[in-house]
Antibody, heavy 121, light 113 residues
Framework: EVQLVESGGDLVQPGGSLRLSCAASGFIFKDYWMNWVRQAPGKGLEWVANIKKDGSDKYYVHSVNGRFTISRDTARNSLYLQMNSLRAEDTAVYYC??????????????WGQGTPVTVSS | DIVMTQSPDSLAVSLGERATINCKSSQSVFYDSNKMNYLAWYQQKPGQPPKLLIYWASTRESGVPDRFSGSGSGTDFTLTITSLQAEDVAVYYCQQFYDMSHSFGQGTKVELK
């Protein structure tokens, strides 16, 4: 059974940093592109970033480019999101999602339960 | 970036009746080389993550009831629930995966009338 379990969400002050993790199981992690998607309170879904299966390519939504870094550790079957210079508008539930096929242009077939991030003083 | 616009923002449907949700993309998401529309639909219930329903605009994900169907091509797409059940009350999102923005529509809330 495919499982994605996020952790690391917290309350942080504006300008602060946070590192989110996503533990993957039930599939061959190194064979899939992985994504972070966020959802602000009461709002819709926003794709944040993705990373190629070998970690060699990474892409970001404009609003986080230069502040967030996506990475992965195949040995630990884990996905990460390092978030720096956090802003109030980064407040959201952050979901880890698996790309369904061997491509960056792909839908998301499995999602974690999400981890909440609140940026506030 | 491609902008996805759904309509309506919400709709109330009686049990057993049809629900229709529209999604329009600001540019075509049809990829000519493989003749596929890069469009997916998700269902999100309160307090839960999104769940994949439809991909390639009309292919139902395994385990999704056949009352859910997707149609359309190019820039205009539709999600239809042919006979609404109580468990279908949720917010539905379309998403394009034609370009790197992977943008979602704003969501359509389906409620019981």
């Amino acid at each position: 059974e495919v499982q994605l379990v996020e952790s690391g969400g917290d309350l942080v002050q504006p300008g602060g940093s946070l590192r989110l993790s996503c533990a993957a199981s039930g599939f061959i992690f190194k064979d899939y592109w992985m994504n972070w998607v966020r959802q602000a309170p009461g709002k819709g879904l926003e794709w944040v970033a993705n990373i190629k299966k070998d970690g060699s390519d990474k892409y970001y939504v404009h609003s986080v480019n230069g502040r967030f870094t996506i990475s992965r550790d195949t040995a630990r079957n884990s996905l990460y999101l390092q978030m720096n210079s956090l802003r109030a508008e980064d407040t959201a539930v952050y979901y880890c999602a698996r790309g369904a096929r061997n491509s960056q242009y792909v839908y998301f077939d499995y999602w974690g339960q999400g981890t909440p991030v609140t940026v506030s003083s | 970036d491609i902008v996805m616009t759904q309509s309506p923002d919400s709709l109330a449907v009686s049990l057993g009746e049809r629900a229709t949700i529209n999604c329009k993309s600001s540019q075509s998401v049809f990829y000519d080389s493989n003749k596929m529309n890069y469009l997916a639909w998700y269902q999100q219930k309160p307090g839960q993550p999104p769940k994949l329903l439809i991909y390639w605009a009309s292919t139902r994900e395994s385990g999704v009831p056949d009352r859910f169907s997707g149609s359309g091509s190019g820039t205009d797409f539709t999600l239809t629930i042919t006979s609404l059940q109580a468990e279908d009350v949720a917010v539905y999102y379309c998403q394009q995966f034609y370009d790197m923005s992977h943008s979602f529509g704003q969501g359509t809330k389906v409620e019981l009338k």
